[in-house]
C-alpha cells in the first residue's frame, strides 16, 4: 500500500525538530570545551582569558562533537587571514 506522501508542515516539524537536536550537542560540546592547543598542547588560560591574545586562537566544532582548540602558533596561514 503507497504511503501517503508528508505534507508541508509535518516536513517543517521534523527539520525544527533536527535542528534542536543539534543546538543541543553543540551546546554539550562547548561545556567541554578543551583547555589546551590540540596541535602543540599549549596551555590555553581559562582563569584569565584575556592573557592568551584570545582574538587569535581559534575553536572548531565539528558535527560529530569533538571541539578543536588551536593556539595561535598552530593556525593555519589561510585561518589567521579570515
Ligand atoms: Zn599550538
Known amino acids: 500500500m503507497p504511503r501517503k506522501p508528508m505534507g508541508k508542515s509535518e516536513q517543517e516539524k ?3 525538530r533536527q535542528s534542536k537536536q ?6 554539550s560540546s562547548i561545556s567541554k570545551t578543551p583547555t589546551k592547543c590540540d596541535v602543540c ?8 582569558p584575556l592573557s592568551n591574545d ?5 575553536i572548531a566544532v565539528y558535527d ?3 571541539v578543536e582548540l588551536v ?6 596561514d589561510d ?3 579570515s
Open 22 to 27: 543539534k543546538i543541543k550537542s553543540i551546546e
Open 14 to 16: 521534523r527539520l525544527r
Open 54 to 58: 584570545i582574538d587569535k586562537w581559534r
Open 71 to 76: 593556539c595561535p602558533d598552530c593556525v593555519p
Open 64 to 66: 560529530h562533537g569533538p
Open 41 to 48: 598542547s599549549a596551555p590555553f588560560n581559562t582563569k584569565n
Open 79 to 81: 585561518i589567521k587571514g
